[in-house]
């Protein structure tokens, strides 16, 4: 009997109920599986997390740098060459974005209307993957390519500057 009444003080304590989901409110947007701010950073090719891998293991991506640039004592050289970097990376990863928006929208579309088959879903979860793969490899080649034109202190300071100390060892990139 105290373990009900425990389960129950901690119900009402909390104001959750059984039927509530986590998903509540998701079923306004616009692309159900993507958040406004997910569609956003899409849309502008940000990173969002995807080359995570490349980052927490000293491969700075061309964006941060940019930003922390006199910290790191970057040359003139060394900003142009990142600047390149990170433009054509937007080039690259905007489109891809764009291209991972409408297919997911279209996956959410066929939900939408029942025209989904087990044929359509394998199709377009396919096309999501492959998009989202080419967008990860996108930011994670620009983090490559970045590292590639820092010395090993710039590249130690970022990941202070960034908090990343006690993390991956910095190896020395191949210039």
Do not use: C
Not at 76 to 84: C, F, G, N, W, Y
Not at 127 to 148: F, I, N, P, W
């Amino acid at each position: 009997m105290k373990r009900i009444l425990t389960i129950a003080a901690l119900l009402l304590a909390t104001g959750n109920s059984f039927a509530e989901s986590p998903y509540q409110g998701m079923q306004s947007r616009t692309v159900k599986a993507l958040s406004e701010q997910q569609v956003a950073d899409l849309n502008l090719g940000r990173g969002m997390g995807m080359a995570l891998a490349a980052e927490l293991n000293g491969y700075p991506g061309p964006s941060h740098v940019l930003e922390l640039a006199d910290k790191l004592e970057l040359k003139p050289d060394q900003i142009s060459a990142v600047r390149t970097l990170f433009e054509s990376m937007k080039r690259e990863s905007i489109p891809l974005g764009v291209k991972l928006i409408e297919r997911e929208g279209e996956l959410e579309r066929q939900f939408a209307s029942r025209a989904v088959t087990p044929e359509s879903l394998q199709t377009l979860t396919a096309a999501v993957a492959r998009t989202q793969g080419d967008l990860r490899e996108t930011h994670l080649k620009y983090h490559l390519s970045t590292a590639a034109l820092l010395d090993s202190g710039q590249i130690q300071r970022y990941a202070s500057l960034r908090g990343y100390e006690g993390g991956a060892p910095v190896h020395q990139h191949h210039k």
